[in-house]
Structures are given as structure tokens and as C-alpha cells.
């Protein structure tokens, strides 16, 4: 939703579920996982980047990542069960 659905290297816009989530500096080169190193990225862009930062696989952000001022409000209809892990940090979980 901050990204606007748009895949933050190539631009193009996706469903929500062609969209993958891409660690601007990679986690195995101990990028953290939070709002400002996370973009949407397209399987293509994603699998092209790889493990490399933007600047080594040469593809710029096209906007930098912040973290949004608002939080979503959607009322998520999956339980915490079906929570992909990656996204558990950016969501606040009901329970019960
Ligand atoms: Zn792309």
C-alpha cells in the first residue's frame, strides 16, 4: 500500500499479489528488516537484484522508502497463521 502497488525499480504497477517484498540491502548483508530497507519489488526486478544492494545491481529506487504515517486499517481477514513472517513486523496482529 505505501508503494502504491507500483514495483519500486521498474516502476510498473501490480496486483498486490504479483508483488514481492525486497530488502533494499539485502538481509544477508545485514539489512534490517523495517519500513526504510523494504520496497515492492515484481518477481522480475526481484529476482534480477538478487542478493546485491541497488547500487551494485545498478537499479535505483525510484522513490526512497519511509516509513508511512499512516498505518493501514484494513481489517485483514486471514489469521495470524497465514501471516506471511516477513510481513508480521509491519502489522499489528489481533489475537484471539
Ligand atoms: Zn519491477
Known amino acids: 500500500m505505501r508503494d502504491n502497488y507500483t514495483c519500486q525499480y521498474c516502476g510498473t504497477k501490480f496486483h ?20 526504510t530497507n523494504v520496497v515492492s519489488a515484481c518477481r522480475d526486478c526481484n529476482q534480477r537484484k538478487a542478493n546485491r544492494t541497488p547500487r551494485t545491481a545498478n537499479m535505483p529506487l525510484l522513490t526512497e522508502p519511509r516509513a508511512p504515517s499512516w498505518l493501514p486499517t484494513l481489517e485483514l481477514e486471514i489469521s495470524a497463521d497465514h501471516v506471511p513472517p516477513d510481513w508480521a513486523p509491519y502489522l499489528r496482529l489481533k489475537t484471539g
Request: charged share 15%; glycine share 4%; no cysteine.
Open 16 to 35: 498486490a499479489k504479483q508483488l514481492t517484498l525486497d530488502h533494499v540491502v539485502p538481509a544477508s548483508h545485514n539489512g534490517p528488516k523495517n519500513w
